[in-house]
Every structure is written in C-alpha cells, then in structure tokens.
C-alpha cells in the first residue's frame, strides 16, 4: 500500500512539473490588441462584408472584403508588446467614403499613374476615367480599392478573395479576374499576393497601398525610422507626378538608401506651425524653402535591382530604433512606390512602374487573353 502511494505521489509530482514546464509557453501566447469586427459589418452590391483575421505564430492580420483594405497588422516589439502598425478607420461607412485616404487597399486594375488617362495598346487608344487632376490614379473611379471582393476561402492564416472587373469599367479593355490571398507566413511575414487573367488585351498593375509605422499607429512620426532600398535608380516625374522617361541616379542624392538611412536626415521635418503663428495648416504645407540635399516628401518610385527578374527577393527594409521593430520588403515587381506625404507612417507599394502603358521601354504590363499576371509581395516583421 506504502509502495503505490509513493508511485502516485511521483506521478502527481511528474505531472505537475510537466504542467509547470508549459506555464511559460501559454503565457507568452500572443495577445494581439485585435479591432472589434461589428464596425465593419454590412453588405455592400449585394456582398456580405466582414472583417478577418489570419494569424499565425507572433505575427496577426485583420482585413476587410471591400476594398481589400489591411484593417490591421501586429507584431511584438523588442520588449514584447504588440500594437497596430497600420493606419486604419474605424468603421466601414469610412472606408466607402475612401478617396485615396491613409489606408490600405488592394490596387487595380492599374496601381499608381496614367498620364492624361489615356493609352495606346495594340493601336487602339483608350480613354480612361480622370480622378486625380487630368491623369488617372489607381484605376479610376471604380478599382479594387471600391470593390466588394468575394470570399474564396477564409483560414486561420489565410484569406482568398477574388473579384471581377468588367471590359470598359473605367474605360480599361478586357474582363479581369483576379484571385488576391493574404497570408500569414512561417516566418513572420504578411504575404499579399496576385492571380489575375483577361479575355482581351489590357493593362495591368495590381499592388497594395498599406501605411506602416513600426512604432505603433499614433506613436509618433517615422521620422527616425531607418529605410533601405535596393535601387540604384528612381523613376524621375514632373510636377503632377507622371513619369517624364527618364531615369534619376539615387547615388549622393537625397534619394540614395542603398544602405539604410533615417528617413529623417532626408527629409524636411520641422516643427509644425502653432496657432497663431499662421503658415502652415494641420501642421504642414508653407514649410519653406527646403534645404539643400533634402526632400520635402517621398512620392517617388525606386527601380529595385532584382539578381533574378520575376523571383521573389528581398529589395528594401524599414527599422525603427525605438520599438526595436524590423521589416523586410520582398517582392517579384521591378518597382516600389515610397510615400512619406503625411510623415505618420509609410507606404511601400510593390508595384510595376507607373505610367508604363505610355512608355515603350519601361517594363510592360500588357496582359494578353492566355496569360497569367502574378505579383507577390512580403512584409516579414522580426526586432533586432
């Protein structure tokens, strides 16, 4: 009797070390500051719209079917804590009213510019819908950004979504299906990526127009955050920003991060007008004359240099000393679109060129009935 006492005793003692052992794991379990999904609730041309969230390890993800927006993204930072690295609204009712805002739709039919809104393509000229001044922004009035997507499939770490846009919405030829997936992968990354087809000749250029700031939305600017870019060139624009065909050298410009630099020693940052003292309203505009080998903003899309054309490889990484947060940008598209315009936060759009339809010798984005146009791009978060 003595003997299987102390056999019980050395089990219960067993086991609850085991159970001791595993008290650390389940306590470091994520504890993702997650949106609320009831905001986001509605239907919209008929289609339900819901926020999801995919996850996986330490990183998470909320998006929305409208749109496609990246409602949400967190991570931990160097001392644990998780935050929300994106700007984001908090309602759906704001994201219909979207007009090129700081938040983060899926892009498309064509992502960035189109001088004058139109083109030529296989002779014929297409006039195409004018929403920003006299050219055409992210594909006009009704792009993917002003689309209720279907939901495919929703996963723990994986959302398919797939939309059709019709011949001539917009102006553009040719009915384009498109498949877009998030996922979150092994490695920490937020994996955005594109299937799309046409029954007729098109233009396409389909990207993602996330901000970021790796101190936590509403933690301040990114001014301090360090930027690298794998580009030795940057597409040179005019004053609408449109693409003039010519090619800017980044070397001993303020446009050189080709090893990673503050983004603050770039651009002009000063101190915002207080009330009273006139100048600049909400803080910017009327800033001044910007000093030599500095930018007022980034607006601008950087040729990445890619060992080989169409691989998934890494082209650019963002870090913020403060929250100890690192980023890396992966991509198969030979451009990205850096935007600083509101300081707050950054856009790294992977992208092809803008403008291309009317530029011969940048790299086309011509689809044709048969073929497939894929696009990957990865935001891998890690703290260093």
């Known amino acids: 009797m003595k003997r299987n006492i102390k056999k019980s005793a050395g089990f219960i003692l067993a086991v609850a070390a085991a159970f001791a052992c595993c008290l650390p794991s389940m306590a470091a379990k994520p504890k993702f500051p997650l949106l609320p999904s009831a905001p986001y609730d509605t239907v919209i041309d008929g289609q339900k719209v819901a926020l999801y969230t995919i996850k996986k390890g330490k990183v998470a993800a909320q998006i929305i079917n409208y749109g496609g927006f990246v409602v949400g993204l967190y991570s931990p930072d160097k001392n644990g804590e ?53 050219h055409t922004l992210h594909g006009g009035a009704k792009g993917f950004d002003h689309t209720a997507w279907t939901v495919v499939k929703a996963k723990k770490n994986k ?45 396409v250029n389909l990207s993602n127009h996330t901000y970021f700031n790796l101190d936590g939305v509403g933690n301040g600017d990114i001014m301090d955050h360090e930027l690298y870019i794998n580009a030795g060139f940057f597409t040179e624009t005019d004053r609408s920003n449109i693409p003039t065909g010519d090619f800017g050298m980044v070397e001993g410009s303020p446009y050189d991060f080709q090893k990673p630099v503050r983004i603050g020693d770039r651009q002009y940052s000063p101190a915002p007008a207080q009330p009273g003292q006139g100048g600049a309203r909400g803080g910017f505009g009327g800033f001044g004359q910007v000093p030599e080998g500095m930018v007022r903003n980034y607006d601008n899309n950087f040729c990445l240099v890619h060992e080989e054309p ?45 403008d291309s339809p009317n530029h011969d010798f940048f790299p086309s984005t011509t689809l044709r009935p048969g073929q497939k146009y894929e696009h990957t791009v990865i935001y891998k978060l890690s703290v260093k």
């Not at 609204?89 to 938040?103: A, L």
């Not at 998934?312 to 990205?336: C, I």
């Open 82 to 134: 998780y935050a929300n690295l994106v700007t984001h609204y908090d309602d759906i009712h704001q994201y219909m009213r979207y007009n090129m805002g700081m938040v983060g739709p899926a892009l498309g039919r064509y992502a960035n510019r189109i001088a004058n809104g139109k083109f030529t393509l296989d002779g014929k000229e297409y006039n195409i819908t004018k929403n920003s001044g006299q």
């Open 159 to 203: 959302l398919i979504l797939s939309c059709v846009l019709p011949d001539g919405l917009d102006g553009f030829p040719g009915t384009l299906t498109t498949t877009l997936t998030y996922s979150i992968t092994k490695d920490g990354g937020l994996q955005i990526s594109y299937e799309a087809t046409t029954d007729k000749a098109t233009v």
């Open 310 to 354: 169409g691989k998934v490889e890494k082209v650019a990484t963002l870090y913020s000393p403060k929250s100890g947060r690192f980023m890396e940008v992966w991509n198969n598209h030979p451009g990205l679109q850096v935007y600083t315009g509101a300081r707050t936060a950054i856009a790294l759009e992977s992208q092809m060129y803008p």
